[in-house]
T-cell receptor, first 116, second 114 residues
Framework: KAGVTQTPRYLIKTRGQQVTLSCSPI?????VSWYQQTPGQGLQFLFE???????NKGNFPGRFSGRQFSNSRSEMNVSTLELGDSALYLC???????????????FGNGTRLTVT | AQSVSQHNHHVILSEAASLELGCNYS??????LFWYVQYPGQHLQLLLK??????LVKGIKGFEAEFIKSKFSFNLRKPSVQWSDTAEYFC????????????FGKGTRLSVIA
């Protein structure tokens, strides 16, 4: 069974640009969550999608957005990039939605975004 | 807001030493509890989880964790660490009421030296 796949693995962008990250969940998983990982801050929740609907959103500005497609694949978009957006962006999938985590999250390897 | 506290930012141990990593959470209701591990260059993976029942849960690679409800704690333990346990460890809590996502602690970096 293939794991969670995130593309691209690395990205370098300049301030003001926008970026789109992609995540393909494990087959059969309908929930996709996105986290931002930075040294010292750990994992901070961005948002969760379940069956194409945003179920939850973290405390990030509106520049961060996402969507989920009918095949459960998800994309995350960050517009008007800032230096502070440099981080590892992790996608995780699970069978259930966040309101009933009887199945744990399965993480991808992440996309390392560097903003210069 | 719910929070998860991992008190140790970086722990350095010699091989064969015993390990205990602290995790406390602030949510008062029913929770699911997790420990995830991130080995260098690898993705986060589940180490162990607690949903209900026996508060002492065993995970992979000899790790175990004890849920103490009265202390809102879920500490991770291993009797004898190995060099290969060098990794970052994250505690995570999922409050079961409300539409609340999984909340992670800031992580504890474990360095095991020979």
């Amino acid at each position: 069974k293939a794991g969670v796949t995130q593309t691209p693995r690395y990205l370098i962008k300049t301030r003001g640009q926008q970026v789109t990250l992609s995540c393909s969940p494990i087959s059969g998983h309908r929930s996709v969550s996105w986290y931002q990982q930075t040294p010292g801050q750990g994992l901070q929740f961005l948002f969760e999608y379940f069956s194409e609907t945003q179920r939850n959103k973290g405390n990030f500005p509106g520049r961060f957005s996402g969507r989920q497609f009918s095949n459960s694949r998800s994309e995350m978009n960050v517009s008007t990039l800032e230096l502070g957006d440099s981080a590892l962006y992790l996608c995780a999938s699970s069978r259930d939605s966040s309101s009933s985590y009887n199945s744990p999250l399965h993480f991808g390897n992440g996309t390392r975004l560097t903003v210069t | 807001a719910q929070s998860v506290s991992q008190h140790n930012h970086h722990v350095i141990l010699s091989e064969a030493a015993s390990l205990e990593l602290g995790c406390n959470y602030s949510y008062g209701g029913t929770v699911n509890l997790f420990w995830y591990v991130q080995y260098p260059g690898q993705h986060l993976q589940l180490l162990l989880k607690y949903f209900s029942g026996d508060p002492l849960v065993k995970g992979i690679k000899g790790f175990e964790a004890e849920f103490i409800k009265s202390k809102f704690s879920f500490n991770l333990r291993k009797p004898s660490v190995q060099w290969s346990d060098t990794a970052e460890y994250f505690c995570a809590v999922n409050p079961l009421s409300g539409n609340t996502p999984l909340v992670f602690g800031k992580g504890t970096r474990l360095s095991v030296i020979a």
